[in-house]
């Protein structure tokens, strides 16, 4: 089954503690400290998987976690590194932090690898902190801790080229004609619900990969129909194939088709629009009474710089020659890869609890004390925070009082209703669940 978004929880190993402990020989009474070092945490990689076009494995399972490090034994027993966990994922993933909705990798093009949280480092053993004043160290030093994030994956799907068109255009009648896949065809609108992906083959080794997409209508890119869910998958195509039907016999006007679908498409995106678009007027093998719709079709897309094809998906006519021209498009338009720039970076949030803030009073135009809540820890965490979504803001919260800064807040004397200002934000606070009410001023 065909899945294309899934959120997972992962954790990487906490580090081992050191050890401690002294050595105990034969006629020694008091040997040296020999506690060892605990063991590093396991890492949390993602990897590509080639063989892989879904990310079916991430509907059932929720938590990833790798490996804690072991602690350090006695006798400089160095403990054992904790396992790295390596989450297999298809080309074109793209995953996210759920909170903030920042990326933290797009592995696609030449990012096949890449490491997400890492491990804690391994506390170090009591052997290690002997000085000429103690020369017996009781302590050892603590493992680090291990690193969690929520995420969101989703797969945006590369492809060469992408089918577009309303329902029942005959897109996957084409690509089962010019491809090895074999998608479901009816002859009814929203028959394909997945997309399908084929290899084009012209026999002389320069395949390509075409997606076949879900029907498109009015509305799509706002969510009406099936075709929604995949409009980011065009995103990604380098050359379209709008397929339309002109043999339609529900009234369908095949120049009406092309528009509205064009439409979706830029309100969408519209750098969808600046790509190639070549259009296949499907079904000609079908007699229509009346006048031409492929030269009605030319009639008004020519003249927009559009290249129009008669084609037919079920008898073959006309599809060699809109294939050769894909080929030659694909050929002359750079492999303009959309890729994805880190915006989040997981170290720097674990490192958060290393940053300083302070929590001042000052007072406000109307006499009131007003909390002033500074510092990169907070400047840091909104920049990481979407603040207008319910789930940003509850996260932001919750940030608040696990890091302690409502207990500082209460202790500089806050009360209900009381103004709270963090970098432009004010808030008003409240110090229940719900915390914070954000005021518009
Ligand atoms: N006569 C004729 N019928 C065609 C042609 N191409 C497709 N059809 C028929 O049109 C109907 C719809 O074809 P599909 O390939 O399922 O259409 P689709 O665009 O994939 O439709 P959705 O998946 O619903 O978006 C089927 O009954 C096909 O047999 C063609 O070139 N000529
Ligand atoms: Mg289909």
């Known amino acids: 089954m065909f899945l294309d978004y899934a959120r997972i929880h992962i954790r990487s190993g906490k580090g081992g503690d050191g050890h401690v402990s002294f050595r105990r020989e034969k006629y020694v009474p008091a040997g040296g400290p020999d506690g060892g070092d605990g063991g590093r945490g396991g890492d949390v990689i993602f990897e590509v998987d080639t063989s892989m076009n879904t990310l079916f494995i ?4 929720y938590q990833f976690k790798a490996g804690n490090g072991e602690p350090g034994g006695k006798k400089r027993c160095h403990g054992k590194n904790g396992e790295d966990i390596i989450l297999k994922v298809p ?6 932090e759920e909170h903030s909705g920042k990326i933290i990798a797009d592995m696609s ?12 480092r391994g506390g170090r053993g009591n052997m290690n902190f002997a000085t000429p004043t103690n020369q017996a160290p009781q302590y050892a030093e603590p493992g680090k801790p291990a690193a969690e994030l929520d995420c969101t994956l989703e797969l945006k799907l590369v492809a060469d080229v992408g089918l577009v068109g309303f329902p029942n255009a005959g897109k996957s ?3 089962s004609r010019v491809t ?6 009816a002859s009814y609108p929203f028959t394909t619900i997945d997309p399908n992906l084929g290899v084009v083959d012209l026999g002389d080794g320069r395949g390509f990969v075409i997606a076949d997409m879900p029907g498109l209508i009015e509305g799509a890119s706002e969510g009406v129909g099936l075709g929604f869910r995949f409009l980011r998958h065009i995103e990604r195509t380098r050359v379209l194939i709008h397929l339309v039907d002109t043999a339609s016999f529900d009234g369908r006007d095949p120049v009406e088709d092309i528009k509205a679908i064009n439409d979706e498409l830029m309100k969408f ?3 969808i629009m600046k ?13 229509t009474e009346g006048d031409d719709p492929v030269e009605r079709i030319r009639r008004e897309y020519e003249p927009q710089g559009f290249r129009v094809y008669p084609i037919s998906a079920v008898t073959g006519e006309g599809v060699t020659e809109l294939l050769n021209d894909v080929r030659n498009l694909l050929d002359t338009t750079a492999p303009e890869q959309v890729y994805y720039e880190q915006e989040f970076f997981p170290e720097d949030l674990i490192s958060l609890s290393d940053l300083p803030y302070t929590v001042e009073t000052e007072e406000g135009h109307d006499g009131e004390t007003v909390y002033v809540v500074e510092g990169p820890k907070i400047e840091r965490m909104l920049s990481y925070t979407n603040l207008d979504s319910e789930k940003g803001f509850r996260y932001f919260t919750q940030f608040l009082r696990r890091s302690g800064i409502i207990d500082d807040l209460k202790e500089a004397g806050i009360a209900e209703g009381q103004s709270v200002r963090m970098y432009g934000h004010v808030f008003e606070f409240y110090d229940d669940e719900a915390m914070f009410d954000e005021s518009d001023e």
Request: avoid cysteine.
């Open 269 to 271: 995106n519209p750098d």
């Open 58 to 61: 991430y509907k059932h399972r």
């Open 180 to 185: 090895n896949a074999s998608p479901k065809i």
């Open 275 to 287: 790509k190639p678009m070549l259009i296949a007027a499907n079904k000609i093998d079908v007699r």
């Open 91 to 96: 080309e074109g993933t793209i995953l996210r």
């Open 173 to 175: 009648t084409f690509l």
């Open 109 to 120: 093009g030449s990012n096949r690898r890449q490491v997400i949280l890492k491990g804690g």
